[in-house]
């Protein structure tokens, strides 16, 4: 098990240089280190067993983000570094003549006494390193800046500060009557029953030509809770980026594809779920944090929120598409001894054995 307290003197030591770059407006350099923070906590927060460290952790995490969101902003409004002062444009033989310096011959004893001085006023200035974490402490952090800084509501933006729209699901796609009035506009498309062990399944195959150029999709799956859910759910966002971003040209052998090469348009992934209980979905808004802050470089806005009352599974398309899931997104066997390697089926869907499960896919006239 790893050693929680070098992870969070690691975690601590990075949020501490960020609130310094914040603190003098370097906001880019700022934003990269508290998200590489961010990481770091995320790690301590996996084997710490202190409840109450657990809960300091994550409202710290909580004010962390929200700072890195703030910065992202400003970033993008082009607030990156500190103005450059004004730097004269005085000709030359208008500077003043600058004056002789005299030489003073300083004894060696005063020369070695001003060296110490000197030595001793930057050890004054040396920042402090972060305090030594002990299991029985409580855990202090640094926060961030709160004065000396531009507030954004007195900068000069044209644009209001973006909120994510709240998730309104359709009634089709959550409402768990299933004979309900809606289904008479719906028209069934496709069909099929996975029998247990049956392979040949992924993703990609089950629905990916109904993804294909879509502007948002929304996910409706109350289990995302578990490792290898979060991982379907990455392999999921994966199959959107290569049908909706780069419009499946990432397997084209005649056109090399870079991450410049992926389209404009902009697609926005709304989820659905549920938790067990408060400590759970803490610790899985902070892993959809990351993932959103990671499918934001591919032009993809993610959005979550939680609900206690839902239980059907579905996924809807902005091309008029219903896909209902009878298992979700988890509808993979385990591995077999997934704790010593990484068997046959771990990176390819299609070689996995399925549970059983039916889907169908509906057309919404």
């Known amino acids: ?27 880019q350099e700022a934003l990269r280190l508290y998200l ?4 770091a906590f995320m790690s301590a927060l996996k084997v710490e067993k202190n409840d109450r460290v657990k809960q300091t952790l994550k409202l ?4 962390y983000m929200n700072r890195a969101e703030e910065l992202k902003v400003l970033i993008k409004k082009g607030h990156i570094a500190p103005a450059i002062t004004h730097v004269s444009t005085q000709s030359c033989h208008d500077c003043p003549t600058p004056k002789k310096t005299v030489r003073t011959i300083i004894p ?12 001793q006023q930057q050890q004054q200035y040396q920042p402090s390193a972060p305090p030594q974490y002990q299991p029985s402490a409580d855990l202090v952090l640094p926060s961030v800046p709160t004065t000396e800084l531009p507030k954004l509501s007195d900068l000069d933006l044209s644009e209001p500060l973006p909120t994510p729209p709240p998730y309104n699901p359709s009634a089709v796609g959550t409402n768990n009557n299933s004979n309900n009035n809606n289904n008479r506009n719906l028209s069934l498309v496709k069909n099929k029953k996975i029998i247990n062990g049956q392979i040949g399944n992924s993703y990609e195959s089950l629905f990916g ?11 409706v799956d109350p289990y995302i809770r578990t490792r290898h859910q979060i991982d379907n759910l990455v392999r ?13 040209n990432l397997n084209n052998p005649t056109t090399p594809v870079s991450k410049s090469s992926a389209s404009s348009q902009k697609v926005k992934i709304d989820l659905l779920t549920s938790s067990e209980n408060a400590n759970q979905e803490d610790e899985l808004k902070l892993v959809f944090y990351q993932l959103k802050d990671h499918l934001s470089y591919f032009n993809i806005n993610f959005n979550y929120q939680f609900s206690s009352t839902i239980h059907d599974r579905s996924i809807e398309t902005s091309n008029g598409h ?5 298992r979700g997104l988890d509808i993979y066997q385990k591995l077999p001894n997934q704790n010593s390697f990484s068997g046959i089926g771990s990176f390819s869907q299609d070689l996995r054995p399925c549970l059983e499960f039916s889907i169908d896919i509906f057309k919404l006239n």
């Open 1 to 27: 098990m790893a050693d929680t307290s070098l992870l969070l003197q690691k975690a601590a030591s990075l949020i501490q240089q960020a609130v310094a770059m914040d603190s003098v407006l370097n906001y």
């Open 36 to 39: 590489t923070g961010l990481d």
């Open 60 to 63: 710290k995490m909580s004010e």
């Open 108 to 119: 060696p004893s005063t020369q070695h006494h001003i060296l110490q001085q000197q030595q």
């Open 209 to 219: 030509d109904y993804l294909n150029d879509c502007q948002w999709i929304k996910i």
């Open 236 to 248: 999921l966002a994966e199959l959107v980026i290569s049908k909706c971003i780069y419009k499946n």
């Open 322 to 326: 219903l896909i209902k899931l009878g």
